[in-house]
């Protein structure tokens, strides 16, 4: 399965929360009870230190899997004091969710480009 091209904007001083649902090719949600998400944001990908780093491993300010995540629903979210620490233009992302063990497989979900809108009132 290839990862889906999504494309989205951060707007700096603001909070962040964006939805999704994985669900296989015939539109049935996936179980991700259990899984791990996980998210990096790179001004290049050659980049050593990612500009943005979002897990489950790590909330708040992290990615939330909705519910027992039986509706294959996750939920990636930034504080607006997070957001408003953030300085770019564009970003390159990629976000993977593995599997738990013993099986660990990983899949690369979603993959775009992050645009930061800045922040005129602070």
Known sequence: MS??????????????????TWKNSAGVAINIAGYTIRMMARNDYGDVTPV?????????????????????????????????????????????VVAPLPAGTVTRLLEGTITLSKEVTK
């Open 3 to 20: 990862a889906g091209a999504y494309n989205f904007e951060i707007e700096q001083g603001c909070d962040l929360s964006k939805t999704f």
């Open 52 to 96: 943005i780093t979002l897990s489950t491993v790590t909330p708040p300010g992290g990615i939330a899997i909705v519910g027992d995540g039986s509706a294959g629903q996750f939920t990636i979210t930034m504080t607006a004091a997070a957001t408003a620490a953030l300085n770019f233009s564009i970003l390159k992302y990629d976000l993977e």
